[in-house]
């Protein structure tokens, strides 16, 4: 479909010298650029009323249907930096059809994949001078879309408010990649099956916040859930998938089995890692099988992966029962090459032979 952005400059956007002192030391999600995008959704009409405007608050009504039945969706992504003084993004095609996936669970509008990709365009655009050009610095990219209709009543929306906001960011983690504590919930499950875990919405980290809170407590940096049925399968952590490398070169990772995001990070992990001859292997993968394997040396290494964080080590698995590491606690070496490769590809450093790279500028 085609549809015109209507381009309104933010007639007081930050200055050059306000922009470099917040893109110095931007950290994750705390500073934000000078414009968004606004695209309309009502049944009947359809899709209007796109636009590229200055960043600023939404007014709601206290009766809007998200705020009561939480029909709402979020993608993240993000823009990079070439070399040759080009913008880049990684898969955002990938990140397009995920978010049409996620609005047919929620029973949402389906957003057209190419007024996604154009969105972006749109923006990146406007806010160009934002991404940051440090080797660890992007523009992350979060477009959402939420139910707008103003009614009380269980039902679907009929009207929707589709936005994409960028922020200049660093690294994910404070200090950089280096080995991540894991907190093993016993109390609380993620997602469960033939529930909302394969869509990319709110509620699934909301469910999140409290266990999340609680590896905090306990010293950790991330929450891992098991199965909601078991409680004896890995899952995935709050918000990254888990991959486990073997003395023999293999990897493992829990299946996508309806409650279990489907990262595009972990499906860019598995490409790579088979062109590189690794047997990669996608099966339930038990929280005791872990603690076994890290045991007798079988397993290596064990990483965690997603949009963010890109992929990141895991050293220590922590419980109420007790702990252990994996690795020596160290960051592994196919955990390592992975991420560098995956990096220089995302950066425009490497050869990109499945065109995942998308350029925008």
């Known amino acids: 479909m085609s549809v015109d952005f209507d381009i309104r400059p933010n007639p007081a956007p930050a200055s050059a010298a306000e922009r470099a ?29 796109a636009r590229v405007e200055a960043r600023a608050p939404i007014p709601m009504d206290p009766a809007t249907a998200v705020l009561h039945y939480a029909q709402e969706i979020f993608e993240g992504l993000k823009a990079y930096h070439t070399a040759g003084g080009g913008v880049t993004m990684f ?24 007024l996604f990709l154009a969105s972006l365009h749109e923006l990146i655009k406007v806010d160009r001078d934002w991404i940051p050009t440090t080797d660890d610095g992007s523009l992350y990219l979060r477009p959402f879309m939420f139910a707008s209709e103003v009614f009380l009543g269980v039902k679907p929306s009929s009207e929707y408010l589709y936005l ?4 200049p960011v660093g690294s994910y983690f404070k200090g950089g990649v280096q080995p991540v504590s894991v907190w093993v919930s ?6 469960a099956p033939g529930g909302t875990g394969a869509a990319k919405c709110g509620g699934n980290y909301a469910a999140s916040l409290l266990p999340q809170a609680q590896a905090v407590e306990n010293g ?6 098991l199965d909601a049925v078991q409680r ?17 070169g293999s990897l493992v990772t829990p299946p996508l089995t309806g409650s279990i995001l489907p990262g595009i990070t972990r499906d860019s992990v598995i490409t790579l890692a088979r062109e590189k001859g690794l047997r990669v292997v996608e099966r339930p993968y038990s929280f005791a099988e872990w603690q076994a394997d890290a045991a007798s040396g079988e397993l290596r290494e064990a990483f965690a992966c997603g949009t ?4 990141t ?6 419980w109420p029962g007790g702990e252990f590491t994996v690795g020596g606690g160290e960051s592994g070496p196919v955990t390592m090459d992975l991420r560098q490769q995956l990096v220089d590809i995302q950066r425009g450093r490497a050869d990109d032979p499945h065109g995942w790279v998308h350029r925008v500028l």
């Open 313 to 318: 080590p895991i050293g220590t698995v922590r």
């Open 232 to 248: 004896r399968y890995v899952d995935e952590l709050s918000g990254m998938n888990v991959f486990y490398v073997y003395a023999d």
């Open 164 to 167: 994409v906001i960028a922020s």
């Open 91 to 114: 898969r955002p095609e990938a990140n397009a059809a995920r978010f049409r996936t996620s609005a047919e669970r929620m029973a949402m509008a389906p957003l057209p994949d190419e």
């Open 186 to 191: 016993q109390d609380y499950t993620r997602a």
């Open 308 to 311: 963010a964080a890109v992929i």
């Open 21 to 49: 002192a917040l893109l110095a030391n931007p950290g994750f999600g705390r500073v934000f650029t000078d414009h968004m995008v606004t695209i309309r959704y009502a049944d009947g009409k359809g899709w209007y009323d």
């Open 220 to 225: 950790c940096d991330q929450a891992l859930f």
